[in-house]
C-alpha cells in the first residue's frame, strides 16, 4: 500500500467515526515550553487541560513531527527517525478505552490487512481495564504484556497531560531479533501504534517514570499516535523507511553518488550511513520549511546538528556537497502532500548550500589545528583538545580519531566525554530552568482563568475600559499590592489594550484608579485569551479587586500601525524587485520604526533594495 493510501485509509476511517480532520501544526510549536512539535497531540493541549472548549469533540490529523532525543540511534536501528508523519484520533471526553481500542483493531486488521497472529499489545502494568478490551476483540493474553511506567505511561516529558497507554506492535520475524513479545526485543516487536488514555496531570520530574501524578484532567481523553514510516515499511514489506515511497528516490540518490549499492541490514558502518544522510535529509528540509534556520541555540541547533552529521555520514560515503541535490529529491517526493516544501525549496537549497560550505570551511580550519595537535603530541591527543575542536570549531570527534589513528596516535576519548557530557549537563540544567519558569507562569494564568475566565478585549471598538484588576503578578507568583514605584504585571477583567503579536509591540497608556495612578509600558499575551499588562505605579497603591480605567495611548496605537501597515507595503515591494521568493521571516513593528526579516537566495545588492521605499511610497499614492 502507496504512502498515500495510507494517510487517506485512516483519515477516512475517522472521518466516517464522526472525527473532524485537522490540518498539521508547524514544526515551530506556540507553545515555549516544547523546542519542537513532537506529537500529535501538542496542538491540543488547551483541550486536554480544559482551558479552551473545541468546537469538536472528536479529531484526527497527519502531523509532521520532530524527535532528536535519540538521534544517535537514527540510522544504527530501523525503527527511529528524527521526523516522521503522525497519524492520530483524538477525543476531547468523549469516547474513551472501549472505543479507542476496538477502532484500532478493526483498522489494523480489517483495513490495512495486517495479520492478527503477528501483533502484540502491551498494557500499563496495572490497566486491567485495557487488557480486557484487547481481549474481547480478540487478542489472546499470551500476545497481551503488562509493562511499567517506563514504557507504558506517556507524558510529554514535561509537567501537563500525562495517562496509561497501551500499544500495537507487529512481529517482523525472527531476522530482526529474539523471540518474547515487545518486553524481549523492540526491534523485532516494533511498536506501531500508541494509544494514551490521557486522563491525569503530570507535575515536574526527571526521566519517563520520576515525576508525581498532581491528579486528574477535568475530562478523559484519547490521545493515539501511528508512526507512518513504520507502518508504510510493514504494507510495503521492506526493512527500513530509507526504502519505503516515502524516502526511497532519495536513498536511491545516495547510492547514486556514494557510487555503490546499499549494502542491507548488514550492521557496517557504510549500511548506517546510507540510512542517517537518507533520513536527515527529510527532517532538514522540513524544519527549514517550518521557519527554522541553523544557529548555535534551541532549535537553530537541531537542526546545524541535524546538518553536520549528514554531512560527516555523506563524507564518509565519499560524498562531498550533496545536501542541496538531497533535499530536492525529498522535495520532488512529499512537495505534493507537504506544499510548504516546494513553497520553500529555494530557501531550503539556499540554506543547505550556505551551511555545507560553511561547515567544509570549518573542517579546514579544524585540520590545520589538528595538524598542530598531533605534530606536538607524543601518543596521546588530550581530551580537552578534541573537545576544543569540537566544542569551538564544530569539528566532530571521528574525525579526530580517524586523523589521530592515521598518525598513529590515540584520542583520550574518556576524557572528551566526560568534558562533554558536563557541557550536556549545564545546558540541560538551563533548558530545564527555562522550561520550568514558563510552566510555572503557564499554571498561575490557568488558575487565574480558571477563577475569572478569559481577558474582554474591546481594543478594536474603544480606546478606554472600565475594568477590574484581577490579579498582580511578579516573577514570584502573585501580589497583595503594588505602591509608588513598583513595577509589576496586571491582569484586568475587560482592556483595550493590544497584546503583542506577530512582532508588533503591545499596547502602551493609562491605568487609573480611586487610589492609583500607573504607567501601562506594554502588553503581551499570556495563555490564549488573557493579556499581560506591565505597569509602573507612579501614585498611591494598586490591589486586586480595584475599579479602574484603562486608557490606551492614542498616538503610539496609531504610529504602532503606520509601521504595520509599513511592513505589508515592504513585503510586496520586496517581492516585485527580488523576486516572489523574498519571503517574510519575522519582523519588530514599533511607533516610528520597523524591521522587516526576509530570505533571498543570494547575497542581496544594496541597489534594488534602495529602490523599495521609492516603489513603495508609489504604491500607496
Not at 518486553?183 to 500508541?194: C, K, M, T
Not at 540554506?351 to 595538524?371: I, K, M, N, W, Y
Not at 484608579?513 to 501614585?539: C, F, M, N, W, Y
Not at 501597515?565 to 517581492?575: N, Y
Request: with cysteine; glycine share 8%.
Amino acid at each position: 500500500m502507496r504512502s498515500t493510501d495510507i494517510r487517506s485509509t485512516f483519515l477516512d476511517f475517522f472521518q466516517k467515526r464522526d472525527h473532524r480532520v485537522v490540518p498539521s501544526s508547524p514544526l515551530v510549536p506556540s507553545d515555549p515550553t516544547l523546542l519542537l512539535t513532537n506529537a500529535g497531540m501538542n496542538q491540543f493541549k488547551p483541550y486536554f487541560l480544559g482551558e479552551t472548549t473545541p468546537d469538536h469533540s472528536r479529531a484526527v490529523s497527519v502531523q509532521k513531527c520532530a524527535r532528536t532525543s535519540d538521534i544517535e540511534n537514527v540510522g544504527r536501528t530501523t525503527r527511529h527517525a528524527t521526523f516522521f508523519e503522525m497519524l492520530g484520533n483524538f477525543s476531547f471526553g468523549d469516547y474513551f478505552k472501549a472505543e479507542a481500542i476496538a477502532w484500532a483493531w478493526e483498522l489494523f486488521t480489517r483495513h490495512y490487512n495486517l495479520d492478527p497472529e503477528r501483533l502484540w499489545v502491551t498494557v500499563y502494568q496495572d490497566d486491567d481495564e485495557a487488557a480486557h478490551l484487547w481481549r474481547r476483540v480478540g487478542v489472546p493474553s499470551s500476545r497481551i504484556q503488562r509493562l511499567g511506567m517506563e514504557d507504558n505511561y506517556w507524558s510529554m516529558g514535561i509537567p501537563g497531560p500525562c495517562g496509561p497507554s497501551s500499544e500495537l506492535h507487529y512481529d517482523r520475524g525472527p531476522s530482526f531479533g529474539r523471540e518474547g513479545g515487545p518486553a524481549i526485543d523492540g526491534e523485532r516487536y516494533q511498536e506501531l501504534w500508541n494509544l494514551v488514555f490521557m486522563q491525569n496531570l503530570r507535575g515536574e520530574g526527571t526521566g519517563k517514570d520520576d515525576y508525581p501524578i498532581l491528579g486528574e484532567l477535568p475530562a478523559r481523553n484519547i490521545d493515539t499516535g501511528l508512526s507512518l514510516d513504520r507502518l508504510a515499511a510493514i504494507l510495503q514489506d521492506v526493512d527500513t523507511v530509507c526504502e519505503t515511497d516515502l524516502l526511497s528516490p532519495t536513498f536511491e540518490l545516495v547510492q547514486q553518488l556514494a557510487g555503490r549499492a546499499y549494502p542491507g541490514r548488514d550492521g557496517s558502518d557504510d549500511s548506517t550511513s546510507f540510512r542517517i544522510v537518507t533520513e536527515h535529509a527529510r527532517s532538514i528540509a522540513f524544519l527549514i520549511a517550518d521557519g527554522v534556520t541553523p544557529s548555535r541555540d534551541d532549535r537553530g541547533y537541531v537542526l546545524r546538528r541535524l546538518m553536520r552529521r549528514a554531512i560527516r555520514h555523506s563524507r564518509r560515503l565519499g560524498i562531498d556537497l550533496a545536501l542541496p541535490d538531497l533535499t530536492s529529491s525529498v522535495i520532488g517526493t512529499l512537495g505534493s502532500t507537504w506544499p510548504e516544501l516546494t513553497e520553500h525549496s529555494d530557501l531550503i537549497r539556499q540554506v543547505v548550500t550556505a551551511e555545507e560550505e560553511g561547515f567544509e570551511r570549518t573542517l579546514r580550519q579544524g585540520s590545520r589545528l589538528l595538524d598542530t595537535a598531533i605534530t606536538r603530541a607524543t601518543s596521546t591527543i588530550s581530551g580537552r583538545t578534541a573537545f576544543e575542536l569540537h566544542d569551538t570549531y564544530g569539528f566532530p570527534i571521528d574525525l579526530t580519531i580517524d586523523a589521530a589513528r592515521s598518525a598513529g596516535l590515540t584520542v583520550d576519548e574518556n576524557a572528551f566525554a566526560e568534558l562533554l557530557e558536563s557541557q550536556r549537563r549545564q545546558a540541560h540544567r538551563a533548558s530545564q530552568d527555562k522550561k520550568g519558569d514558563a510552566v510555572a507562569r503557564q499554571e498561575l494564568h490557568r488558575r487565574i482563568v480558571s477563577e475569572h475566565g478569559f481577558t474582554d478585549f474591546v481594543g478594536y471598538s474603544s480606546l478606554t475600559a472600565e475594568t477590574t484588576v484581577l490579579a498582580l503578578l511578579t516573577p514570584h507568583g502573585k501580589a497583595q499590592a503594588a505602591t509608588a514605584g513598583d513595577e509589576i504585571e496586571v491582569i484586568l477583567s475587560r482592556t483595550p489594550f493590544y497584546a503583542e503579536s506577530g512582532g508588533q509591540v503591545g499596547d502602551r497608556g493609562e491605568l487609573h484608579t480611586s487610589t492609583a495612578k500607573a504607567q501601562v509600558l506594554g502588553t503581551r499575551p499570556g495563555l490564549d485569551g488573557l493579556h499581560i499588562h506591565t505597569i509602573r505605579i507612579q501614585e498611591g497603591e494598586l490591589r486586586p479587586g480595584d475599579e479602574a480605567e484603562a486608557k490606551v495611548d492614542a498616538a503610539h496605537r496609531s504610529a504602532t500601525a503606520r509601521s504595520h501597515s509599513a511592513t505589508h507595503v515592504s513585503h510586496a515591494m520586496l517581492r516585485r524587485v527580488l523576486g516572489d521568493h523574498a519571503t517574510q521571516r519575522g519582523s519588530r513593528v514599533e511607533p516610528g520604526r520597523l524591521r522587516f526579516d526576509f530570505t533571498h537566495n543570494s547575497p542581496v545588492e544594496i541597489t534594488p533594495l534602495q529602490t523599495c521605499p521609492f516603489t513603495g511610497v508609489a504604491e500607496l499614492r
